[in-house]
């Protein structure tokens, strides 16, 4: 987990144009980055270019980022929103592919690694939005109200999706 | 195993080096410094002052014939409503154009929340029920208030282009919120006929048929500039 003034700093730095802030940036958040597209249950190959995608679009969009606001929600948000766009234009392509072919797909999702499979299938049980906040909190470290603000909802609406996440994990736990 | 323990077991493998490395080198490649977007409270400033430029401008032009014969008591309440509304349409056309930012409510919620609002105003102040020339009476007004709201939509386009949203249909109706409320000041300033369901139905229509037009603009236009900062 980030000490979040650090990163604060280290994005002031970025929009000053400090070269070396931006590779730590890079070095620093990327693992987390990673883990949160990989989480959605992508391949690994999609994980690394929505990654890729997601720093251009940080470094297009870097002067929105405010100094003093925290910077894992805006940094969320844009990867929050490269996955959808990702992923639309994915369903497209595949749209258009399969209509063009008329093959059966292609399954897009593949386990990331070998690690806890039983965790990853218990995750495939949950709604992505519930999926999305778990990860956040979870695996990213953000607060209730950083995660809120990553993905534009309410405090309240996080935290009814973490309760559910919680609940249907633990039924699937004990079944 | 427990769920809680899911943080040091969920799928984690880490980017290769190589790409980390591949990233960092071509940003700092084009590494210039740019300048922050401002505070929220400075861009909603901006946002209101010119709110009541083109409102006055617009009453100015069109003459003042609503607010002379309006009440004090009705005055003293459709018009700080108004303004409470653009305050609140303000901040969330600034927070829908800056990623991170905090929302409490879903622009399209706060638009019809804003929308129920200021129709009860109107049926708390106004006992007309009769309908007159409903429609051609109507149509002049929604053509007036449409008719203001595009230079503030155009003005609230130009002051937060430099930020970016996230979720584009959002900020649309945000901005539309925002421009559609300043077209229904203009008819509140402007507009004589108090029968209630012209004010109702045609001067409150400013605000959702504006939101909707800017929702599929910001909608579109994004769309097209995001296809051009990938490229």
């Not at chain 1, 999305?132 to 607060?143: A, P």
Request: proline fraction near 7%; glycine fraction near 6%.
């Amino acid at each position: 987990m980030q000490p979040s003034a650090d990163l604060e700093q280290l994005m002031v730095r970025y929009q000053q144009g400090d070269a070396a802030a931006v590779t730590e940036l890079v070095q620093r958040l990327s693992p987390q980055l990673h883990r949160f597209f990989l989480a959605q249950f992508v391949s690994r190959r999609y994980a690394d270019d929505l990654l890729q995608e997601t720093w251009l679009r940080i470094h297009q969009v870097r002067h929105t980022y405010r100094p003093g606001e925290p910077v894992l929600p805006w940094l969320y948000a844009l990867a929050r929103n490269v996955r959808v766009d990702h992923f639309r234009r994915t369903r497209r392509r595949e749209d258009r592919e399969r209509q063009m072919e008329e093959l059966p797909a292609t399954p897009a999702v593949q386990p990331a690694d070998p690690h806890g499979p039983d965790v990853e299938a218990m995750l495939r049980e949950l709604p992505e939005s519930q999926r999305e906040v778990l990860v956040m909190l979870k695996v990213s470290g953000m607060s209730i109200e950083e995660v809120a603000r990553a993905t534009s909802s309410s405090v309240g609406s996080v935290k009814q999706k973490a309760h559910r996440a919680y609940e249907k994990l633990r039924r699937l736990y004990e079944a | 195993m427990r769920p809680e323990e899911f943080p040091e077991i969920l799928p984690g493998a880490a980017p290769d080096a190589a790409l980390t490395e591949r990233i960092a080198a071509s940003m700092a490649q084009d590494l210039k410094p740019v300048r922050p977007l401002p505070p929220t409270g400075t861009t909603v400033v901006r946002l209101l002052v010119v709110f009541l430029a083109i409102v006055s401008l617009g009453s100015a032009i069109l003459g003042f014939s609503g607010l002379l014969h309006l009440s004090p008591g009705a005055i003293a309440v459709i018009f700080p409503v108004l303004a409470g509304l653009a305050l609140l349409a303000a901040t969330a056309s600034a927070n829908a154009t800056t990623p991170g930012s905090r929302r409490r409510f879903h622009p399209a919620v706060l638009m019809a929340a804003g929308c129920a609002v200021m129709a009860t105003v109107f049926m708390l102040v106004f006992d007309d029920h009769s309908l007159g020339s409903f429609v051609p009476e109507g149509l002049v007004c929604l053509r007036a208030g449409l008719l203001w709201a595009v230079p503030t939509a155009v003005f609230t386009w130009l002051l937060l282009r430099r930020g970016y949203a996230v979720d584009r249909a959002a900020a649309g109706v945000a901005c539309g919120m925002f421009a559609g409320l300043a077209g229904l000041s203009v008819l509140e300033f402007h507009c004589p006929n108090f029968r209630l369901w012209h004010i109702v139905v045609w001067h409150l229509a400013v605000v959702p048929i504006s939101a909707a037009v800017l929702a599929v603009i910001y909608f579109f236009g994004s769309k097209r500039r995001d296809a051009e900062l990938m490229q």
